[in-house]
């Protein structure tokens, strides 16, 4: 009887050490399953940020109010796009689709805000043959614009291309635009803060320009609190914050730059002044876009 319990208990504690086998087997699995799909997701979600956040062409579209605007440019079509950094995610197909879309537009002008190229890419002479020949097919009725963000400073690349154009570049100076009237908007341009190349007082010394409809041009958008106490502005278009790369739906730029601390998102009003912040079309530092693809915008100008 002894005999035949020890022989009953063995028999149980082996199915025991078997059913425990068992189980930590099945744990074993359901780990590696969780493992092998965060990993996947990860990976995905990585992939999708560097191919598929990075890819296409978004054109945000904004309506601009404002009654300062003269009758005669009731309409007016203002195409932006800035932050190329040509070579980084943004290549040579990105610009002949990029020109082809403006082009599309029908823009009255074209601006340019900066970072035709990024300081860590290094940029041959087929690339710059590229740039001129594509830049150089961009058509606006009235006229095309640019200044220089702080990548731009690195190299001659931004005045070879830009001078190979009709762009006209407005470091720090300003043009006055005529459209169907004799009443003109002044426009403006600056340098980049970044470079210590800011000239405020020369770029809005034009006499009358506390009563013209003022658009400015600048690459870092917290540049706008310097230019606002002694300035008059309408519209300011800026870029360099790449609207953080990634953003999240009703919070916005997840990581802000230098010179884009204040003001990296979109939009802004200030006063009586629009400010508009391009989310780009290339990337710099990281490779990576997320509810943010590459975007120019189109503004239309109507004074009621």
């Known amino acids: 009887m002894s005999s035949r319990e020890e022989k009953s208990k063995k ?13 930590q087997h099945r744990q074993l699995l359901r780990i590696f399953f969780i ?21 296409g062409l978004v054109v945000r579209e904004y309506k601009v109010v404002d009654k300062m605007l003269p009758e005669s440019f009731h309409g007016f079509k203002v195409v932006h796009f800035s932050d190329l950094h040509y070579q980084s995610t943004f290549d040579y197909s990105d610009l002949k689709h990029l020109v082809t879309e403006i082009n599309r537009l029908k823009p009255d ?18 690339d ?5 020949e594509e830049l150089g097919k961009i058509e606006a009725s009235t006229g095309l614009y640019a200044v220089r963000g702080n990548h731009d400073y690195a190299d001659n690349t931004f005045d070879l291309v830009f001078q190979a154009t009709s762009f006209q570049i407005l470091d720090n100076r300003y043009d006055l635009i005529y459209y169907h009237g004799s009443t003109p908007i002044l426009i403006t341009g600056l340098g980049s803060s970044l470079q210590n190349d800011l000239d405020i007082g020369q770029a809005y010394s034009y006499i009358d320009s506390q009563s013209l409809f003022t658009i400015s041009l600048f690459h870092e958008p917290d540049v706008i609190d310097q230019i606002l106490p002694n300035n008059h502005v309408n519209l300011a278009l800026s ?25 990296p998102n979109p939009y802004y009003s200030i006063d009586d002044t629009k400010l508009f912040v391009s989310g780009g079309l290339g990337t710099s530092v990281y490779k990576l876009r997320l509810f943010n693809r590459p975007n120019i915008n189109l503004y239309r100008l109507v004074n009621s």
């Open 11 to 23: 028999i149980e504690e082996e199915m025991e050490s078997e059913e425990k086998k068992e189980k």
């Open 35 to 55: 493992f092998f799909l965060l990993t996947f997701l990860v990976v995905g979600f990585f992939c999708y940020m560097r191919f598929v956040g990075t890819s």
């Open 109 to 126: 002008i074209v601006v340019f805000t900066g970072d035709l190229t990024d300081q860590g890419t290094q940029i041959q002479e087929k």
């Open 128 to 132: 710059i043959q590229q740039l001129q």
């Open 239 to 263: 870029g360099h914050s790449h609207n953080g790369q990634i953003t999240l739906p009703k919070i916005g730029a997840i990581m802000t730059v230098d010179g884009a601390k204040k003001y």
